[in-house]
C-alpha cells in the first residue's frame, strides 16, 4: 500500500510514463518538419524546377506545352536526391538545419525501400487534403507517410 501512495504522491516516477516521456521527447514536433519540409523545398527543389526549365526545355512556354515531361523530370530528379540523403546520410539539408533525422520505426537507420515508399507517400499526402490533416487528429502525430513507410522523424 505504501509504494501506491508513494507513486501518487509522486515520490515514485510511474514507469509507464517514464516511457511515454521518453517516446514523446524523441519524436520531432509538426512545426520543425514543416520548416525542414520548407527549407528543403527552397534549397532541393527551386534550383532543380529552374534548371530544367530554363535549361532543359528552354523557356517557360516550352515547358508549359510539355508539362507533364517537364514535372516527371523535376519530380524523379528530387525523389533520388531526397531519397539518397535520407538512405546515406538520414537527413536532408532542411532536417539539418532542425537537428531531425529520419529512423524506422524501431529507432534503426532507414532502407533504400522504406525512403521510395516514404517520398511517393510524401507526394500523395500533398496531393489529398485530407491526408496532410492526419497528424492533428492522432495521439502520437504522427503523417500519413510516417504510417506507410514505417518510419519517424525525430530530434538528434
Not at 523535376?74 to 538520414?90: D, R
Not at 537507420?109 to 499526402?125: D, E
Amino acid at each position: 500500500m505504501a509504494k501506491w501512495r508513494d507513486v501518487k504522491q509522486n515520490r515514485i516516477k510511474n514507469s509507464s510514463n517514464k516511457i511515454q516521456e521518453e517516446y514523446k521527447s524523441s519524436c520531432a514536433s509538426l512545426f520543425s518538419r514543416f520548416k525542414a519540409f520548407i527549407t528543403d523545398s527552397f534549397l532541393i527543389t527551386t534550383p532543380i524546377v529552374y534548371i530544367v526549365i530554363y535549361l532543359v526545355f528552354g523557356s517557360g512556354d516550352a515547358f508549359s506545352q510539355n508539362r507533364l515531361l517537364g514535372w516527371s523530370y523535376i519530380l524523379s530528379t528530387v525523389f533520388l536526391i531526397i531519397c539518397f540523403f535520407w538512405y546515406v546520410k538520414t537527413q536532408t539539408p532542411g532536417m539539418k538545419a532542425y537537428s531531425l533525422k529520419i529512423v524506422s520505426s524501431k529507432k534503426q537507420r532507414i532502407n533504400i525501400f522504406q525512403a521510395m515508399i516514404r517520398y511517393i507517400a510524401t507526394l500523395i499526402s500533398i496531393v489529398t487534403l485530407f491526408l496532410l490533416l492526419l497528424p492533428f487528429f492522432n495521439k502520437d502525430k504522427k503523417t500519413f507517410q510516417d504510417y506507410i513507410s514505417k518510419t519517424i522523424i525525430i530530434d538528434e
